[in-house]
């Protein structure tokens, strides 16, 4: 999974509480995303990051939040989780500019609300 | 935004058949077009890719094909083996924003093949 890792890989939660998913990589690249995946709809992008402290929103970004205080680390945040918020997260990364490098997905981490 | 809907959602084909998963996205600025597979449990992995300048490429038993006059492009599996069995995702990506940043990747929502031996 081209050095990436992401911690918890499987989680169970209550409805309220907050949640912090982690994603770690040793390849040095700039870019990094978080996808949820649920049946029916594929991959869709929360938060990408293009640098350290320089985010931004993707397509289902509503409930989450992220952060990126060091290259190798990207952090995905549901402040008070929801029963919608279950589901597969993934993280991935590429070296520069989408679509002139390959984005590698790390190994996913299974949320699940209750 | 961009939209990309994939077909078929199921395919089975006998082993040893040739597979066609076909991909049409709606952003006529899109570049780029990966194709992804899927294993059980696993992240998805990119098995190919092609750029808009490109029409057609391949990589062994694996090719895909670019209209962009059409927006769509279709991925080829040839002579399939039961190790292809896996769920395919094809993708774009858009243009960059114009505040520099730029946009991830718009995946279709998947096809399960499965190669009956």
């Known amino acids: 999974d081209a050095g990436i890792t992401q911690s918890p890989r499987h989680k169970v939660t209550e409805t309220g509480t907050p949640v912090t998913l982690r994603c770690h990589q040793t390849?040095?690249?700039?870019?990094m995303y978080w996808y949820r995946q649920d049946p029916g709809h594929g991959l869709r992008l929360i938060h990408y990051?293009?640098?350290?402290?320089?985010?931004d929103k993707g397509e289902v970004s509503d409930g989450y939040s992220v952060s990126r205080s060091k290259t190798e680390d990207f952090l995905l945040t549901l402040e008070s989780a929801t029963s919608s918020q279950t589901s597969v997260y993934f993280c991935?990364?590429?070296?520069?500019?989408?679509?002139?490098?390959?984005?590698?997905f790390g190994p996913g981490t299974r949320l699940t609300v209750l | 935004g961009e939209n990309v809907e994939q077909h078929p959602s199921t395919l089975s084909v006998q082993e040893g058949d040739s597979a066609v998963i076909k991909c049409t996205y709606s952003?006529?600025?899109?570049?780029?077009f990966p194709w992804y597979k899927q294993e059980l449990g696993k992240g998805p992995q990119l098995i190919i890719d092609?750029?808009?300048?490109?029409g057609e490429k391949k990589d062994q038993r694996i090719a895909v094909t670019l209209n962009k006059t059409a927006k769509h492009f279709s991925l080829h599996i040839t002579e399939t083996q039961p190790e292809d069995s896996a769920v395919y995702f094809c993708?774009?990506?858009?243009?960059?924003?114009?505040?520099?940043?730029?946009?991830?990747?718009?995946f279709g929502k998947g096809t399960h093949l499965i190669i009956q031996p």
């Open positions: 991935a990364i590429s070296e520069s500019i989408p679509g002139t490098d390959t984005q590698y």
């Open positions: 390849e040095n690249h700039r870019y």
């Open positions: 990051s293009y640098g350290v402290k320089d985010t």
């Open positions: 952003d006529s600025a899109s570049n780029y």
């Open positions: 092609i750029r808009s300048n490109v």
């Open positions: 993708a774009a990506l858009g243009g960059l924003r114009a505040g520099g940043g730029a946009d991830g990747l718009t």
